[in-house]
């Protein structure tokens, strides 16, 4: 029988119910138990692959191509566990899926209305969701509901939660509530109020917490932690204090030590050992402890809103724990760049240079310029999709005499497309879902700086996106000293390239930053740490 935990949020947004899930899972998955996760959302749209970062901050791509929530991809750094198309539910989505049954016919004279067919819906959902993207099923379901308890939108869903043990047994449910217990500094206190309302507004919808997971800069003390108990119906050991961490890799840890996993596995009548967090407990020590550190550039469009980039700033994070070294970030705006008329006043002095993937022209120059930059002056250069197709252009336009080479998404009727549309994609009018999205193999070139890196000849890796490498242009970048270094496996595309001509060059089409973890720190990104480490040695002997 799977158990379910549901997570809610309470009194206010970005409280981290995300990290609070996939720091659940992480326990679970330390005490020998399998798990999964699902992210019910509650806005309107069918998935975020539409909206701007801006509004929604990364889309997090799975290896089966689903545009998710960025919130997976926690889930899937703290845990061995593989996310899919049926791990992430919009109330879009839940709608189209009611309405499409409905104009079918589906529901034909059985009700007036389909409302009772959306929480039926988001069961069935969440029943899907558990199964796991194998089918098997496993241990523990972890679901985190996005929002915050009192949002309208939220509502069908904490109602399909409310209902949930009526199907599965309410011995098999545990409700987290993450909720804010603020320190005011005025009155020299801290304040359990918030989380009592918050809670009262749970308990309206009918769900009775059974943990509260209290975000907190000082560990709440046992009187206040008595009082919320009281107040909050809950039991006093489930109230926990989720203290403000330096790492937020040591959020599994500081919850273990509150007793989250102990109260849970009793909760819900798991069998279990104690975790074994060995592991763990070594990749936090790792990064709170550097040896040594590297600042990375990164020149990219969305400078002012880290959210839209988070994978990549942990994977980098990860790309520094197997040489114990720090990376500082240095955000650059690719529009300043080329404002300024050159990368060598916003890039002088960093020992790295990303350029990340991206849509759409704005900060295009700059991001070409960047890779001018790292290229003429030996500086460690990794790119990433878009990045990938700005290092084209760049030796189109600057090596190989095509001065006008540009990507088609820009100018579509440029002089030298060494960008294209995706053969074979040129109908596609639908914007949702239509990219070359998720998983796809890739074979590497036989000493390549790729395949050293990587340390094997095939590969597979997630992608996003719907422009691709000309190969009508094979032949004359090559000759300009691009390498190709990776293909899909019958040749038609390419996938990597890079510069032997260069120290560390290397860009690639697809995203690796979706398969890194602090465990399993991706190849590339440590490579590239690794070699931004020996040039800044380098730079400073
Ligand atoms: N805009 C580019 C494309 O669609 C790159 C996409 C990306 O960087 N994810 O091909």
Request: charged share 20%; aromatic share 8%; glycine share 12%.
């Given at each position: 029988?799977?158990?379910?935990?549901?997570?809610?949020?309470?009194?206010?947004?970005?409280?981290?119910?995300?990290?609070?899930?996939?720091?659940?899972?992480?326990?679970?998955?330390?005490?020998?138990?399998?798990?999964?996760?699902?992210?019910?959302?509650?806005?309107?749209?069918?998935?975020?692959?539409?909206?701007?970062?801006?509004?929604?901050?990364?889309?997090?791509?799975?290896?089966?191509?689903?545009?998710?929530?960025?919130?997976?991809?926690?889930?899937?750094?703290?845990?061995?566990?593989?996310?899919?198309?049926?791990?992430?539910?919009?109330?879009?989505?839940?709608?189209?899926?009611?309405?499409?049954?409905?104009?079918?016919?589906?529901?034909?004279?059985?009700?007036?209305?389909?409302?009772?067919?959306?929480?039926?819906?988001?069961?069935?959902?969440?029943?899907?969701?558990?199964?796991?993207?194998?089918?098997?099923?496993?241990?523990?379901?972890?679901?985190?509901?996005?929002?915050?308890?009192?949002?309208?939108?939220?509502?069908?869903?904490?109602?399909?939660?409310?209902?949930?043990?009526?199907?599965?047994?309410?011995?098999?449910?545990?409700?987290?509530?993450?909720?804010?217990?603020?320190?005011?500094?005025?009155?020299?206190?801290?304040?359990?109020?918030?989380?009592?309302?918050?809670?009262?507004?749970?308990?309206?919808?009918?769900?009775?917490?059974?943990?509260l997971l209290c975000r907190a800069e000082v560990a709440i003390p046992d009187s206040h932690k008595a009082k919320l108990a009281l107040f909050c119906n809950v039991e006093q050991e489930g109230v926990i204090t989720a203290r403000d961490v330096g790492n937020i890799y040591e959020v599994p840890l500081a919850l273990h030590a509150e007793g989250l996993d102990d109260i849970l596995v009793r909760r819900l009548g798991l069998e279990c050992g104690e975790p074994d967090l060995t592991n763990w407990r070594r990749v936090v020590e790792a990064i709170d402890h550097p040896r040594d550190e590297v600042t990375i550039a990164l020149a990219g469009k969305y400078v002012e809103l880290h959210e839209a980039y988070k994978s990549l700033g942990e994977a980098l994070t990860h790309g520094g724990i197997p040489g114990r070294t720090r990376v500082n970030l240095k955000w650059v705006d690719a529009g300043e760049i080329a404002a300024r008329g050159g990368a060598e006043a916003g890039l002088a002095g960093v020992d790295g240079i990303l350029v990340p993937g991206g849509f759409g022209e704005r900060g295009i120059d700059g991001k070409i310029e960047a890779v001018r930059y790292a290229r003429e002056h030996g500086v460690p250069f990794f790119g990433i999709c878009l990045g990938m197709q700005c290092a084209v252009i760049e030796t189109a336009r600057n090596l190989a005499g095509l001065g006008k080479a540009n990507s088609s998404e820009f100018v579509p009727d440029t002089l030298h497309p060494v960008i294209h549309f995706l053969p074979g994609q040129e109908s596609v009018g639908n914007k949702g879902g239509t990219m070359r999205l998720g998983a796809y193999d890739c074979d590497l070139v036989p000493g390549s700086l790729a395949e050293k890196t990587y340390g094997t000849a095939h590969i597979s890796e997630r992608h996003r996106h719907r422009y691709e490498f000309n190969n009508d242009y094979r032949e004359r970048l090559e000759k300009a000293g691009l390498k190709i270094s990776g293909a899909s496996p019958d040749g038609s595309l390419v996938e990597i390239v890079e510069r032997p001509d260069h120290p560390w060059f290397l860009a690639v089409q697809f995203h690796p930053e979706f398969q890194s973890s602090p465990v399993t720190p991706h190849p590339v990104f440590a490579g590239f740490v690794a070699a931004a480490l020996a040039h800044k040695k380098k730079a400073a002997a």
């Open positions: 029988m799977t158990k379910f935990v549901f997570i809610t949020g309470g009194v206010l947004s970005s409280l981290g119910k995300g990290i609070a899930a996939a720091s659940i899972g992480n326990l679970m998955e330390a005490r020998g138990l399998t798990v999964t996760f699902l992210k019910l959302d509650p806005y309107v749209n069918v998935d975020p692959g539409t909206m701007s970062p801006y509004q929604h901050g990364e889309v997090y791509v799975t290896f089966d191509g689903a545009e998710t929530d960025l919130d997976l991809g926690h889930y899937e750094r703290y845990t061995s566990v593989r996310l899919g198309k049926n791990s992430n539910f919009t109330t879009g989505r839940i709608y189209h899926s009611v309405i499409t049954k409905e104009r079918r016919g589906d529901y034909l004279g059985a009700t007036v209305q389909v409302i009772p067919h959306i929480t039926d819906e988001i069961r069935q959902s969440i029943l899907l969701g558990a199964r796991g993207t194998d089918g098997k099923g496993v241990d523990v379901c972890i679901v985190e509901i996005g929002g915050t308890v009192g949002d309208i939108e939220s509502l069908p869903f904490l109602e399909a939660i409310r209902q949930f043990p009526f199907n599965v047994g309410r011995g098999n449910v545990a409700y987290c509530h993450v909720t804010l217990v603020p320190f005011v500094k005025v009155a020299g206190e801290i304040k359990t109020k918030p989380t009592q309302h918050s809670v009262n507004k749970l308990r309206e919808i009918g769900i009775q917490p059974d943990v």
